[in-house]
């Protein structure tokens, strides 16, 4: 069973910046995607970057909401399947819970698709 562990997070104030990092653990054959979703009280979880992942590192395939775009960085760090979400510039619109998303394919030819716990980012006005 594939898992992931998120760190990171935290207060913070307008214009600063934080990182946030998931790692994944567990019987995986491949990787197709991680990214990063935030879910704000009272609102639908929505995307805020993924990495779809090609056959090297030039044919990976990154994606941004647009309300992050130019701000956030999301990275992998390849051999230990961890992503990272580089977070500047950060708004109090960006305030939410964030989780980590994996996607893939199993030691068992299943396929998988797991959240992490998520994390609470706050960025005060």
């Known amino acids: 069973q594939v898992q992931l562990v998120e760190s990171g997070g935290g207060l913070v104030q307008a214009g600063e910046s934080l990182s946030l990092s998931c790692a994944t653990s567990?019987?995986?054959?491949?990787?197709?995607?991680m990214g990063w979703y935030r879910q704000a009280p009272g609102k639908q979880r929505d995307l805020v970057a993924i990495?779809?992942?090609?056959?090297?590192?030039?044919?990976?395939?990154?994606t941004y909401a647009d309300s992050v775009k130019g701000r956030f960085t999301i990275s992998r760090a390849y051999g230990t399947a961890t992503v990272r979400l580089q977070m500047n510039s950060l708004k109090p619109e960006d305030t939410a819970v964030y989780y980590c998303?994996?996607?893939?394919?199993?030691?068992?030819?299943?396929?998988?698709?797991?959240w992490g716990q998520g994390t609470q980012v706050t960025v005060s006005s």
């Open positions: 998303n994996a996607r893939g394919l199993s030691v068992d030819s299943s396929n998988f698709d797991t």
């Open positions: 990495i779809t992942f090609g056959r090297t590192r030039n044919d990976d395939r990154i």
């Open positions: 567990g019987d995986m054959y491949s990787l197709n995607a």
